[in-house]
């Protein structure tokens, strides 16, 4: 199947800081991506959609001005956690359907915020 | 809110068959049944999905009644490695975006 992939797949990074998380898909083109964000023991909750050349659409609750989202190209989608706080700490996942045959997801980012 | 619902967890002895069952009983005509899991600590993997008839790949068969109001996924001899959550998705398109629900927690017992 496709590869979708993710870096980095950890961070630690102290409070008030930014953090960025790519997201690629390695051999094909997206012209949507999706963030997702998961908590200890919790599914997998839809943050955005990353749309390549316009904004991102962002779901009920979601803050676009605290969780960045940048469609620069066909491969890669970027989400930037502006101002980090503690209780952003969290598994962020991105995904990205395949024309001819389905949506496939990273590996997943681990960040920590101190 | 998810179009499915599956029981929260399941047990099954390693080498028999795991039957996941999965009710969407509000699913329309062009919608699609998917399967994902996810392995602790790692992104969702794609498993298999169908529309109307029984499908069946390397991973897993996917048995879908003939009113499509349910589906069973069913991974054949389960070993160790498919301890996992569980997720039964509707879908319309492939790019449409996905809403999670809770999934089901299969433990494959040793």
């Known amino acids: 199947g496709a590869v979708v992939s993710q870096h980095p797949s950890w961070v630690i990074c102290k409070s008030g800081t930014s953090v960025k998380i790519e997201c690629r898909s390695l051999d094909f083109q997206a012209t949507t991506m999706f963030w997702y964000r998961q908590f200890p023991k919790q599914s997998l909750m839809l943050m955005a959609t990353s749309n390549e050349g316009s904004k991102a659409t962002y779901e009920q609750g979601v803050e676009k001005d605290k969780f960045l989202i940048n469609h620069a190209s066909l491969t890669l989608s970027t989400l930037t956690v502006t101002s980090a706080h503690p209780e952003d700490s969290s598994f962020y996942i991105c995904?990205?359907?395949?024309?001819?045959?389905?949506?496939?997801f990273g590996p997943g980012t681990r960040l920590l915020v101190l | 809110d998810a179009k499915t619902t599956q029981p929260t967890s399941m047990d099954c002895a390693e080498g028999r068959a795991a039957n996941l069952p999965c009710n969407h009983s509000?699913?329309?005509?062009?919608?699609?049944v998917y399967w994902y899991r996810q392995i602790h600590s790692q992104g969702p993997q794609y498993i298999i999905h169908?529309?109307?008839n029984n499908e069946t790949n390397e991973m897993a068969s996917l048995i879908i009644t003939e009113d499509r109001k349910s589906s069973t996924l069913i991974l054949p001899h389960a070993t160790l490695r498919d301890t996992a959550v569980y997720y039964c998705i509707v879908l319309m398109n492939r790019d449409d975006k996905i809403i999670f629900g809770k999934g089901t927690r299969l433990h494959i017992l040793p």
């Open positions: 995904s990205a359907p395949e024309k001819k045959e389905t949506q496939y």
């Open positions: 169908g529309l109307k």
């Open positions: 509000t699913i329309s005509g062009n919608e699609y």
